[in-house]
């Protein structure tokens, strides 16, 4: 595990280890690896990259976001295992011309989004290379009666959303189209969050789990495909806030592809079965069926939908 | 955690998740986060990158090359903890010109490397840049009474190596200068291969370890800063091969040199007790003193010697 020196080493590596201290972080930044005291519960363990140029542009985030952002992208993959966030190990490959304070606000950044969870930075790793890259690790806990896997969706299950979908892309999409205004939506693409929070009180009544990443569409497909299952969505039950319908229609598009192929939401997709209904909260957007595909209900008709939508990476 | 469509997404999935089975493994590659079940021993959990053209070219690595290299040099960093390898994730940055081959071979590197190890791939994530980069998430097992910090150095240690020095720097350098053969430095430059297993059977005797990743005279100096102390090299006892004085001697350079500051040779550099001396194996180098600094003893005299030497990761 390398911190190699560049320029302003010293408050990088001063910004990373203030976090990393705990009973159970027996070693942290400053060997060859971290070494920690798992507690006897389940790991899980994620791992996600920011790359400047297809996942953020400076042109619009601060490096603060950018930093909050590569956690909190983390953390939403562990709480939708049903895990917490624990331990975060930080590699970046930093291009020639980037300067230290920016370096810095990215960690603040980590740090503040980390602080939230009580996560602790326990281990990173620098380089150079062309173009700015972060790639986050995250360990989590879980206790196995609390994991949830995309594979156990049944057909008869409802599925729900924990929140608004499609602000993100809108937001994206003004920025590309340097749109004034709208401050709701690009807020929600400048300072991501994860959602788990909204589900933990009633985890054990969820029979299968997805974060948001690419799309209602996109991700209800990966719990059929693994569940072995189908879907129903309803269109009109989509949550899309209003300030969403109205950034896309400024830009001539439609928010329900935002919801549907957008991603980055970051909300929770989860499915639970009739029986528990009353137990949980949430926006029911549709049924698991038996019947193979993902389908979206519309007007009285149902049509195939693609998992393949809008690639939310490409914002040049 | 992303495992985006790219062309080959198929092959290369298949290819990452034949090795992720095992009873500790609750959930391998394909939800949102790995999932373990650790042992109850400790966890080492170290993270490396290697960016194309800073830390290798296919001007003379095989991609199958490569991925050996990403997965032996975090090995490496497990195994200088007193830990061993257990469990991988792979995060790609691939450009967009690269070939699905090329992407495949390199995934055939890791897991040839991984196996090695007995290893096991249990998470990634793949997305898109302008050149390719490899990071490499590493976690280990190990006993408490097996871990070996770099700040645990006594004075009056010995300072152990456990194999030849300079031998890979040596290899790039005649890789940059188009030199011909030289064939046993060249694939220490190609295949570097952890070295941990030459130190487990005497692992209880010695006090503080790290790897060779950066050169004698780097690693020794991290050793000396984290254990408050200072060390004296014995300039005539550096291990060095033949073959590597005669590769330094054809560039017009000092094989000394390549094996104080050259670094990826991988050997581990440990310190053990007087008392304890029987009872290991290796090069012994020098000696940890009390007086602080890093010092190179040779021809009657000693001189301070930098940490900071060759910029190994510049290839171009």
Known sequence: MRI???????????????AAKGRDIIKGIG?????????????????????????????????????K????????????????????????????DIDVETVD????????????????IIGGNMTHGKELVIDIDMIGEAKKENLKFRSNAKPGDFIFVSGDLGASTAGLKLFLKNVKGHDYVKKKHLEPEAK?????????????????????????????????????IFKD??????????????????????ALYGGEDFELIYTVSEKKLNKVKGFLVGEITKKKGVRLYSDGKERLISKHGYDHFLIK
Chains 1, 2 share one sequence.
Not at 31 to 37: E, L, Q, R, S, T
Not at 69 to 89: R, T
């Open 196 to 232: 788990f929070y909204k589900v933990r009180k009633f985890l054990k009544y969820i029979n299968a789990m997805i974060d948001v990443s690419d799309g209602l569409a996109s991700d209800i497909t990966r719990i059929c495909e693994q569940s072995n299952v189908g879907a129903v």
């Open 105 to 120: 606000e990215i960690y603040n950044g980590m740090w503040e989004a980390g602080k939230k969870y009580n996560t602790k």
């Open 69 to 96: 952002k590569a956690i909190e992208i983390n953390a939403s993959d562990i709480g939708a295992m049903g895990a917490v966030p624990k331990y975060v190990l930080v590699s970046l490959v930093l291009p020639a």
């Open 4 to 18: 190699k020196a560049i320029g302003g080493e010293f408050a990088l590596i001063k910004r990373i280890t203030k």
């Open 237 to 258: 039950n989509v949550p899309i806030k209003d300030e969403t319908r109205r950034a896309a229609k400024d830009v001539g598009k439609d928010a329900v592809d935002y």
């Open 31 to 67: 060997d060859d690896a971290a070494v920690i005291k798992a507690s006897g519960k389940l790991l899980a363990i994620t791992t996600d990259t920011l790359v400047e140029g297809d996942h953020f542009s400076f042109k619009w985030f601060t490096p603060k976001q950018v930093g």
